[in-house]
Nanobody, 115 residues
Framework: QVQLVESGGGLVQAGGSLRLSCAAS????????MDWYRQAPGKQRELVAR???????YYTDSVKGRFTISRDNAKNTVYLDMNSLKAEDTAVYYC?????????WGQGTQVTVSS
């Protein structure tokens, strides 16, 4: 059974930084693309960043240049480094691993940016 556990959220002032972590249990991690999503109140969940098994990355336009996704396969962990945070980054952030026949989500971690 795969489990994803996010951590690192919190309250930060605008312009500050946070590092989110997603620890994965199970055997899929190193061969799987890993995604970070976020969902703000009243809005749809959106893809924020993706890292493939080979290390290629994707970012949604609103976080380019501010967020960095990375992975440590030895620790089965994916990270999201968030810098220059803005009030509009406030959301619950979720880790996701998806593939044929599976779609795993973590419980989410709250990020609140005060302006």
């Amino acid at each position: 059974q795969v489990q994803l556990v996010e951590s690192g959220g919190g309250l930060v002032q605008a312009g500050g930084s946070l590092r989110l972590s997603c620890a994965a249990s199970g055997t899929i991690f190193s061969s799987n693309a890993m995604d970070w999503y976020r969902q703000a109140p009243g809005k749809q969940r959106e893809l924020v960043a993706r890292i493939t098994s080979g290390g290629s990355t994707y970012y949604t336009d609103s976080v380019k240049g501010r967020f960095t996704i990375s992975r440590d396969n030895a620790k089965n962990t994916v990270y999201l480094d968030m810098n220059s945070l803005k009030a509009e980054d406030t959301a619950v952030y979720y880790c996701n691993a998806r593939g044929p026949g599976y779609d795993h989500w973590g419980q989410g971690t709250q990020v609140t940016v005060s302006s």
